[in-house]
């Protein structure tokens, strides 16, 4: 059995600020899943990407799978999560049709 290597992981100052998103938009090919992330502010007609995170399609998988466990255990500690409706159906986080 292979032991679990260790990994140490910096962070630069300006990553460590993080970026607030409030729309993602994902795109994708057969080799890799594109997702860009913007921040829309209210009254305004247009935004553009403030960061894109290119990943093959099995990390996009484990990455959805690391999110739901996360979110699990974020409402186990602090309750359920509340989506409200979105004023504007186009805004916002939501699955490509």
């Known amino acids: 059995?292979?032991?679990p290597r260790q990994l140490n992981i910096e962070i630069g100052?300006?990553?460590s600020?993080?970026?607030?998103a409030n729309?993602?938009?994902?795109?994708?090919s057969p080799q890799e899943i594109i997702i860009d992330f913007a921040r829309v502010m209210p009254g305004a007609p247009k935004?553009?990407?403030?960061?894109?995170?290119?990943?093959?399609?099995?990390?996009?998988?484990?990455l959805g799978k690391a999110l739901d466990e996360n979110l699990k255990k974020y409402e186990t500690q602090y309750g359920q999560i509340k989506i409200q409706g979105?004023?504007?159906k186009n805004i916002g986080f939501q699955a490509a049709k």
């Open 1 to 3: 059995m292979q032991k």
């Open 17 to 20: 600020e993080g970026i607030y």
């Open 86 to 88: 979105a004023t504007d």
């Open 47 to 62: 935004t553009k990407v403030l960061s894109r995170i290119i990943m093959t399609p099995a990390h996009a998988k484990m």
């Open 23 to 28: 729309l993602v938009m994902i795109a994708h």
């Open 13 to 15: 100052e300006k990553e």
